[in-house]
């Protein structure tokens, strides 16, 4: 990709990522945001305005504090705390736990979608099979899958002890997901 391609792809980006005129931003976390971020470059306006929502608790409403914020990083325990706080609040969100890891954790999925996509999600998971193993589908079954099933995009981060921000930044971003109104979400 050239550099001007990806200058002009941010740029659209960063246009259809303005906070929705109606909806409330959380004024505290812009402020904050903005002092913990040493240059201007990097930050982004895709971060820089959570909103705030009066039925879905935000991450700081559960943790205590913003994520991002020095010196805080997130118990594993509390990470899964505020998924499961999140799903207990919103229709967008199913929590599903997988198995353990070998220290007796829990491994989950967090799914995020429209009420809708959670509601309809097994089938939609059968379908996607389906789709991955197509022998036995005439071209017209195939196309009909395709026409009523959803893509399911997946993003993973803190595989490894060391990796601290994706887990963080996870939680931040399936809020952003379920209560942000912006023409990009």
Same mark, same amino acid.
Request: hydrophobic content about 40%.
């Given at each position: 990709?050239? !550099?001007?391609? &990806?200058?002009?792809?941010?740029?659209?980006?960063?246009?259809?990522?303005?906070?929705?005129?109606?909806?409330?931003?959380?004024?505290?976390?812009?402020?904050?945001?903005?002092?913990?971020?040493?240059?201007?470059?990097?930050?982004?306006?895709?971060? $820089?305005?959570?909103?705030?929502? &009066?039925?879905?608790?935000?991450?700081?409403?559960?943790?205590?504090?913003?994520?991002?914020?020095?010196?805080?990083?997130?118990?594993?325990?509390?990470?899964?705390?505020?998924?499961?706080?999140?799903?207990?609040?919103?229709?967008?969100?199913?929590?599903?736990?997988?198995?353990?890891?070998?220290?007796? !954790?829990?491994?989950?999925?967090?799914?995020?979608?429209?009420? $809708?996509?959670?509601?309809?999600?097994?089938?939609?998971?059968?379908?996607?099979?389906?789709? &991955?193993?197509? !022998?036995?589908?005439?071209?017209?079954?195939?196309?009909?899958?395709?026409?009523?099933?959803?893509?399911?995009?997946?993003?993973?981060?803190?595989?490894?002890?060391? *990796?601290?921000?994706?887990?963080?930044?996870?939680? *931040?971003?399936?809020?952003?997901?379920?209560? *942000? $109104?912006?023409?990009?979400?």
């Amino acid at each position: 990709m050239s !550099r001007r391609l &990806a200058v002009v792809l941010f740029v659209v980006f960063a246009v259809l990522s303005t906070a929705s005129p109606a909806q409330t931003m959380d004024p505290d976390y812009a402020a904050r945001v903005k002092d913990w971020t040493t240059k201007p470059e990097f930050i982004s306006p895709l971060v $820089d305005h959570p909103p705030a929502s &009066a039925g879905v608790p935000s991450p700081k409403d559960v943790l205590g504090h913003h994520i991002g914020a020095p010196k805080q990083l997130t118990y594993y325990a509390d990470v899964l705390r505020y998924y499961d706080t999140l799903a207990a609040h919103s229709g967008r969100v199913k929590v599903l736990r997988i198995g353990k890891t070998e220290e007796g !954790r829990d491994s989950v999925i967090v799914f995020v979608g429209s009420e $809708d996509s959670i509601a309809h999600l097994d089938e939609n998971r059968r379908n996607l099979a389906r789709l &991955a193993d197509p !022998r036995g589908l005439t071209d017209a079954e195939a196309h009909a899958l395709i026409a009523k099933t959803k893509p399911i995009y997946t993003l993973s981060g803190g595989l490894h002890s060391a *990796e601290l921000g994706p887990p963080e930044m996870l939680m *931040e971003l399936a809020y952003r997901l379920v209560t *942000e $109104d912006s023409p990009l979400i």
